[in-house]
């Protein structure tokens, strides 16, 4: 009795249907970049046909003149002073703590309970409006020490430090296991690895991570309305006294209505975007460079 083989079953998609496929979620993915691009490309050239004009050397560096008067431009001196410091030292508290915390997480932590606490509370963290970091710093900090930029700094880096923990953690989930059982197999301590295998492999990626943090905590206004009180004058000293900052200089000269006040809100606005779009830029470059000599 003879067997007839059962006719086989292509189970493949026709080659046709994956093309098409293909090409439809690719145009798709090509008109949400439109999306994107299309409104940020609108306040690119919003601002810098407004603000071009009035960057200088000399506004960049000049005293801020009172807000009273309604001619003339001046600079921003004191708010790019007053930016530079603040960032700086919210930088120096957020990103060395939140770099330790999702070595901690990724690496020591697991599952125990303080590492799901961490990870709870930084989740939670990064979803809070920055108002209420602001109004939290001045309840704890201003209303017994008074406005100072520490205390603007104290805001930013609570801004900054879940966004350094979780970029940092994720990248530190992306090293190898292997690695890391390489050098136990050799005999090297946790804290060896973590620091001499560990850390190098991810670099690149948490120190594009903290960049990007430092750029967003750079642009926000909101928490040094309550922290730093918006002056005029340049404060060198960081930890005594109120100062000043680009973002706050911009909200209160775009409100008025004078046109050197104006004028002074979108040079402020496009030295904003300057220093952001620099930071972004050291970030791809150092990036870029940790990935090279990864390989």
Same mark, same amino acid.
Request: proline share 5%; charged share 10%; glycine share 10%.
């Given at each position: ?51 071009? *004009?009035?960057?200088? #050397? ?9 807000? +009273? =008067? @309604?001619?003339? $431009? &001046? %600079? ?106 390489? *050098?136990?197999?050799? #005999? ?9 295998? +560990? =850390? @190098?492999?991810? $670099? &690149? %990626? ?90």
């Amino acid at each position: 009795m003879a067997v007839t083989a059962e006719p086989k079953v292509d189970l493949r998609e026709p080659a046709s249907w994956r093309r098409t496929k293909n090409r439809i979620v690719t145009a798709l993915m090509y008109f949400a970049l439109v999306l994107v691009i299309v409104p940020l490309g609108f306040v690119l050239f919003t601002v810098i046909s407004k603000g071009a *004009s009035i960057i200088s #050397g000399q506004f960049l560096t000049a005293a801020i003149p009172p807000q +009273v =008067l @309604p001619g003339g $431009i &001046g %600079g921003m001196g004191p708010a790019v002073v007053g930016t530079l410091e603040i960032t700086g030292l919210a930088t120096l508290m957020a990103v060395p703590l939140g770099v330790l915390g999702a070595v901690y997480l990724n690496e020591y932590g697991g599952r125990n309970l303080l590492a799901r606490l961490i990870g709870f509370f930084s989740d939670v963290m990064t979803g809070v409006p920055s108002i209420v970091m602001g109004l939290f710093i001045y309840a704890i900090w201003v209303v017994h020490f008074g406005f100072s930029g520490l205390a603007g700094a104290f805001a930013l880096a609570c801004l900054m430090l879940p966004v350094v923990i979780r970029s940092s953690d994720e990248m530190l989930k992306l090293v190898p296991n292997a690695l890391r059982e390489g *050098s136990y197999a050799l #005999g090297a301590t946790r804290a060896r690895v973590t620091l001499t295998v +560990v =850390l @190098p492999t991810a $670099i &690149g %990626g948490i120190v594009s991570g903290a960049l990007l943090a430092v750029a967003r905590a750079a642009g926000e206004t909101a928490p040094l309305l309550f922290t730093i009180l918006t002056v005029t004058a340049t404060n060198t000293n960081v930890f005594s006294g109120a100062n000043t900052s680009l973002p706050s200089q911009i909200f209160s000269n775009a409100i008025l209505p004078y046109s050197g006040a104006q004028s002074r809100a979108w040079g402020a606005a496009l030295t904003l975007i300057a220093i952001a779009f620099i930071l972004m830029i050291v970030a791809r470059v150092i990036t870029a460079r940790f990935t090279r000599l990864g390989r």
